[in-house]
């Protein structure tokens, strides 16, 4: 893609092994975002990561937002 991709993990990727997942998807360059913001081009865009599994932070990710 011409501006990258982003990921955002799940609970699933949450109850295997979230390290490994992120390792595996920087390196095929795939930025993960967790609880934070990054422009890209014309976007900004927020990675809230999984409620499920209690790894979300929303206030945390907003403020992220604002900042750019």
Request: zero cysteines; a negative charge.
């Amino acid at each position: 893609p011409e501006l990258g991709s982003i990921a955002v993990l799940g609970n699933h990727d949450r109850w295997r092994n979230a390290v490994l997942v992120t390792e595996e998807l920087n390196r095929a360059g795939i930025r993960v975002l967790s609880n934070e913001a990054v422009t890209i081009g014309p976007l900004r865009i927020g990675g809230i990561d999984d409620a499920f599994t209690g790894h979300d932070d929303v206030p945390r990710t907003v403020r992220s937002m604002r900042l750019g």
